[in-house]
T-cell receptor, first 113, second 115 residues
Framework: AQSVTQLDSQVPVFEEAPVELRCNYS??????LFWYVQYPNQGLQLLLK??????LVKGINGFEAEFNKSQTSFHLRKPSVHISDTAEYFC???????????FGAGTRLFVKA | SAVISQKPSRDICQRGTSLTIQCQVD?????MFWYRQQPGQSLTLIAT?????????ESGFVIDKFPISRPNLTFSTLTVSNMSPEDSSIYLC????????????FGPGTRLLVL
């Protein structure tokens, strides 16, 4: 079975500052890793995903994440955030070859002017 | 990717009643899922909607409470039956696209408040 831990429930940050949202997972099998964003009153939108290959994955809106197998982490980063990045961010994991996805508890990113 | 719509977008219901939520996809997909997101919480998978057969429910969810239909490859419904205030949640439909790393794409959600 897989599990996902998002280490921060809330992250306040000033506009144009860098941010890192932390995610750790546990699994006994190979996994795919995802980050989704949920803007207020909207559904989830895929930010980026790691399937295989390069451990540094680039996504939409200037976000990137790095897969670290030894530390079982998949932290999300952005070098300079905007007010519009204020949202809930979910890390998720699924077993390779399967659709069943386990979501973390979410991290609320709040960008202040 | 896929474009997914849900109806209704939100509703306020009285306890003891039932609400049916519709999910429509703009293309044929194999995998469709229903999730629940309780206030301030993460997503919990309710069931996988199977076309032409009964849905596959996750632990803690039963067909009598959450009956699901999937008459074709682009449409599904979830009914929340005999509602109580504890059913107040966002209900999300998602589809899975094979060959894309089993990525899921989500509808906008249905926001349900039970009084």
């Amino acid at each position: 079975a897989q599990s996902v831990t998002q280490l921060d429930s809330q992250v306040p940050v000033f506009e144009e500052a860098p941010v890192e949202l932390r995610c750790n997972y546990s699994s006994s099998v190979s996994v795919y890793l995802f980050w989704y964003v949920q803007y207020p009153n909207q559904g989830l939108q895929l930010l980026l995903k790691y399937l295989s290959g390069s451990t540094l994955v680039k996504g939409i809106n200037g976000f990137e994440a790095e897969f670290n197998k030894s530390q079982t982490s998949f932290h999300l980063r952005k070098p300079s955030v905007h007010i519009s990045d204020t949202a809930e961010y979910f890390c998720a994991v699924s077993q390779t070859g399967g659709f069943k996805t386990i979501f973390g508890a979410g991290t609320r990113l709040f960008v202040k002017a | 990717s896929a474009v997914i719509s849900q109806k209704p977008s939100r509703d306020i219901c009285q306890r003891g009643t039932s609400l049916t939520i519709q999910c429509q996809v703009d293309s044929q997909v194999t995998m469709m899922f229903w999730y629940r997101q309780q206030p301030g919480q993460s997503l919990t998978l309710i069931a996988t909607a199977n076309q032409g057969s009964e849905a596959t429910y996750e632990s803690g969810f039963v067909i009598d409470k959450f009956p699901i239909s999937r008459p074709n490859l682009t449409f599904s419904t979830l009914t929340v039956s005999n509602m109580s205030p504890e059913d107040s949640s966002i209900y999300l439909c998602s589809v899975g696209l094979a060959g894309a790393g089993e990525t899921q794409y989500f509808g906008p959600g249905t926001r349900l408040l039970v009084l």
